[in-house]
Nanobody, 124 residues
Framework: QVQLVESGGGLVQAGGSLRLSCAAS????????MGWYRQAPGKERELVAT???????NYVDSVKGRFTISRDNAKNMLYLQMNSLKPEDTAVYSC??????????????????WGQGTLVTVSP
């Protein structure tokens, strides 16, 4: 089984920065698109950013220009650099990975896995 473990959350003042990490482990890891999601208190979970295996990125409008998603395929790591943080960024941030298999040279997504989440709190 593949497991994802996030780290790097914490308390920061508005305008500050944090870097979240997500470490994937398990047997025969094949990770396709990965992403960061967040859920603020009393709100639904929302997509923050995604990154494909070849590093094509996508961001929700509210974080464009402030957050940067990246990955290291060799280390099975996902990152989220968060700058110019705002109180409205306060949420539990979770990483997600699409699991894949390679069959006859083609990569097929067959499942997804989530991390447990890490809390980011931005004070005014």
């Amino acid at each position: 089984q593949v497991q994802l473990v996030e780290s790097g959350g914490g308390l920061v003042q508005a305008g500050g920065s944090l870097r979240l990490s997500c470490a994937a482990s398990g047997d025969t890891i094949c990770l396709s698109t990965m992403g960061w999601y967040r859920q603020a208190p009393g709100k639904e979970r929302e997509l923050v950013a995604t990154i494909t295996r070849d590093s094509t990125t996508n961001y929700v409008d509210s974080v464009k220009g402030r957050f940067t998603i990246s990955r290291d395929n060799a280390k099975n790591m996902l990152y989220l650099q968060m700058n110019s943080l705002k109180p409205e960024d306060t949420a539990v941030y979770s990483c997600k990975a699409d699991l894949c298999r390679i069959v006859q040279g083609m990569r097929y997504v067959y499942d997804e896995v989530w991390g447990q989440g890490t809390l980011v709190t931005v004070s005014p």
